[in-house]
Every structure is written in structure tokens, then in C-alpha cells.
């Protein structure tokens, strides 16, 4: 079930741009809830988690830094779509390798520590991929790119975090340093999470709607657990 949770949410997104069109403000509000929910999961959860299973503190902190890092890196590829703002204006028809490349290997390493948690995470990661989807798909479409080279794109993103969760769960290497790897990707979340939060906040301003939404994704992470 967690497999198809997986792929569902991002044909959910998907959807719902041909048929409802969500508007911006919206997607924002689901954008502020994910990221404070996966915020809440990897601090509340993931962070603990790691630490207890691995006592070389030090090094499990440089994996750490070293997820933040690789995220700065993937995304100026990928021009910030993980975090809900693809910053790219294009007319032309080719096919954005690099956004696809960077966009599934981030998707693929989400995956990889579900396996080895509680059923927060993947609904963090659920809730997470259903605005992302809705702004990927929106951007396709505007993009005018074919809608097979769209559809292709789109499934292959999907099934990317349950192979990720797959290949953690089955492949010795991933089983073997699971805690090193749960280290990079709480610094993946950490780094994807707090831009989230801060893009959701226009100018600085206090915005009542989005931080109801912050909120109800702390509280909803803490209750949970």
C-alpha cells in the first residue's frame, strides 16, 4: 500500500490541474502544511531515529550537512521544484533533462528511508508530492511541451520514491548504511522544508491562513507520534 500511496499522490496532483486548475494561493497553503509537516517528521522522528541507531555522532552530523549540500546542488538543476517554485521561463520545446535527472534522483532518495520508519514519514512524503506535482504538471503544460513527453514525465516521476523505497529496503548497500543514508536525507528534508516555510511567506508579512497551515502541520506531526 505505501507503494501505491506513493504513486497515487503525485497522479493526484496531476489531476487535479487538467480537471480543477487550483489556484496559487491554494497550492501555497498545501505547500505550508507539507513543509511543516515533513519539518516536524524529520525533527521529531528522523533526527532521534538516526542518532540512537548510530553513536558516531560526528559523523552522522556531517552526513547531514553533506544532504544539505547535495540539495543546494540538485536544485540548481532542477530551478527549485522540489520545494513547490520552478524559477524558469522558457518557450522552447526541448525536453528539460536536467529538471527530470535532478528532480527524480531527489524523488528516488525520499524514498529510501520509509522502509526503515513509522507511517509519518510516508504520509509527510504523500502530502509533500501532491503540490509538487500540481506545480510540475502546471508547468508543463504552460511550457507547451507534447502531452506524451508530459504523461512520460510524470509517471516516471511517480514510481521514483517507491523504487527508492524498494531498493532501500532490498539492496544490501542501502540496508547496510542505512543510518549514514537516513542521515543525507534528513538533510535533504531539512534544506527542502525550510525553503517551503520561508518561500510560503510573502515580503515577510504575516500571513494568518499560512500559518494556520504551519501550525495545523506541527500539531498534526506531534499528535501522531
Not at 195 to 205: A, D, G, R, V, Y
Request: hydrophobic letters at 55%; glycine letters at 4%.
Amino acid at each position: 500500500m505505501s507503494y501505491i500511496f506513493l504513486i497515487a499522490s503525485v497522479l493526484f496532483g496531476s489531476i487535479l490541474v487538467f480537471i480543477l486548475k487550483p489556484n496559487n494561493k491554494l497550492v501555497h497553503l498545501l505547500l505550508a502544511f507539507s513543509g511543516a509537516y515533513l519539518l516536524s517528521v524529520t525533527i521529531l522522528h528522523l533526527l532521534p531515529l538516526v542518532y540512537i541507531e548510530n553513536t558516531a555522532y560526528k559523523k552522522v552530523g556531517i552526513f547531514i550537512l553533506s544532504g544539505i549540500i547535495i540539495q543546494s546542488i540538485l536544485e540548481s538543476f532542477s530551478k527549485g521544484a522540489e520545494h513547490g517554485h520552478i524559477h524558469i521561463h522558457t518557450n522552447r520545446k526541448e525536453f528539460p533533462t536536467l529538471l527530470f535527472v535532478s528532480l527524480c534522483i531527489h524523488a528516488f532518495s525520499e524514498g529510501l528511508p520509509i522502509h526503515n520508519t513509522n507511517d509519518n514519514l510516508l504520509w509527510a512524503i504523500v502530502i509533500h508530492k501532491i503540490p509538487i506535482a500540481v506545480v510540475l504538471t502546471t508547468f508543463l503544460i504552460q511550457a507547451k511541451y507534447p502531452k506524451k513527453t508530459t504523461y512520460v514525465f510524470l509517471i516516471v516521476f511517480a514510481f521514483m520514491s517507491p523504487m527508492g523505497m524498494l531498493f532501500g529496503d532490498k539492496i544490501l548497500f542501502f540496508t547496510t548504511y542505512a543510518s549514514e543514508i537516513t542521515a543525507l536525507i534528513i538533510g535533504v528534508f531539512l534544506h527542502i522544508s525550510t525553503i517551503i516555510l520561508f518561500e510560503s511567506t510573502e515580503n515577510h508579512k504575516f500571513n494568518l491562513k499560512k500559518f494556520i497551515a504551519i501550525l495545523l502541520g506541527i500539531l498534526l506531526t506531534i499528535f501522531t507520534l
